[in-house]
């Protein structure tokens, strides 16, 4: 990985995070074409950048964050689901994470649901984040465990989760911005410390893998901060089905790139 790799991956990771796309599969795809070698610090990397796009939502809604305790308890109740299934099953994540076809399938699927999901729930009862209920808090932190598969998306689960429980598309999309901090924020603080318990590199090259996480964090919290609003806006306007088309096609195109050149077996 070079610092061109770190640019690009930051800018893809902060334009995704939060469109129904998967940041994560994009990543996947996007490092195998470039040819770069799926080593652990690349996939640490991979997550870190993701807690740097998080953190715009900190920034742009932060009076949200102080308005009760009330919601700090459903974004714990939220986040339990993907403790304990990142628990269980964090080495078959691993090696899922490394399959572009797993991204590509997944792409496809998911696709295909968001083009039916705003006929589906089209009506809305909960419109703001102090209306979710507990129990509602908690069912779609089990629909954001489907994200752990690459190319489901992590965004799309949540916010599918969301309005499947009478959440408007804003306010589904706001909760899901909402859930992602401390389910990235655990996330990024257990890869960084099994790295640093296995780690046997440098002390020249962990300064520069410290540099690149910086530059790519602070990269991609840059680029959220402009891609946030700008899907709320187009989300309540046009709702998903975009989103679909655009996942079907992405997913068929990296399904055939995967059967017919070597492009994609880097990974």
Known sequence: MNIIHVIILAIIE???EFLPV???????ITSSLMGISKDEFVKLFEIVIQLGAILAVVVLYFKRFFRSINFYIKLVIGVIPAVIFGLLFKKKIDVLLESPLVVAIAFVVGGIILLFVDDWFNKPTVDDEEQISYSTALKIGFFQCLAMVPGVSRSAASI??????????KAAAEFSFFLAVPTM????????????????????EMHQDIKY????SAIAFVVALLAIKSFITFL??????????YRIVAGIVII?????????HTA
């Open 213 to 216: 996480l910086l530059i790519g």
């Open 236 to 245: 309540e306007k046009k709702g998903f089905k975009l989103f679909g088309y």
């Open 22 to 28: 998967s940041s994560t599969g994009h990543l996947v």
């Open 160 to 169: 599918v989760g969301g309005m499947s429980q009478k959440l408007s598309r």
């Open 256 to 264: 055939i790139l995967y059967f017919t050149t070597n492009a994609l």
């Open 185 to 204: 924020f655990g996330a990024t603080i257990k890869d960084l410390w099994d790295f640093h318990k296995h780690s046997t590199i440098g002390a020249d």
């Open 14 to 16: 902060g334009l995704t």
